[in-house]
């Protein structure tokens, strides 16, 4: 069973940045963040499909977040900069062997990070 661990969330002002990380047991070649406020639905954030070279954003992300990884350590990050009161939400790691079409659905992903909370103040 593969494991995803999140961390790296935190509280921070408006315009200031955070770099979220999740390290998995194993490499899984689709991997995603996604992101759930608080009485909202789950949404994708940005996603890494490595065999294809796919990296896709969600339109609130484009510009501000970046998504990478790191293949040798098995790692997934999220560097968030410019952040808004709107990006605050529970982020989680996800990810899955089969890579779908974008945007991605929470019934796309198999394995699932417990989730690490951003909190954004204005």
């Known amino acids: 069973q593969v494991q995803l661990v999140e961390s790296g969330g935190g509280s921070v002002q408006a315009g200031g940045s955070l770099r979220l990380s999740c390290t998995s047991s194993?490499?899984?070649?689709?991997m995603a963040w996604l992101r759930q406020a608080l009485g909202k639905e789950r949404e994708a954030v940005a996603r890494?499909?490595?065999?294809?070279?796919?990296?896709n954003y969600a339109d609130s992300a484009k510009g501000r977040f970046t998504i990478a990884r790191d293949n040798a350590k098995n790692t997934l990050t999220l560097q968030m900069n410019s952040l808004e009161p709107e990006d605050t939400a529970m982020y989680y790691c996800?990810?899955?062997?089969?890579?779908?079409?974008?945007?991605?659905?929470?019934?796309?992903?198999?394995?699932w990070g417990r989730g690490t909370q951003v909190t954004v103040s204005s």
């Open positions: 996800a990810a899955s062997e089969t890579a779908y079409a974008w945007p991605i659905t929470e019934g796309d992903l198999r394995y």
């Open positions: 890494i499909y490595t065999r294809a070279g796919i990296i």
């Open positions: 194993e490499y899984i070649t689709d």
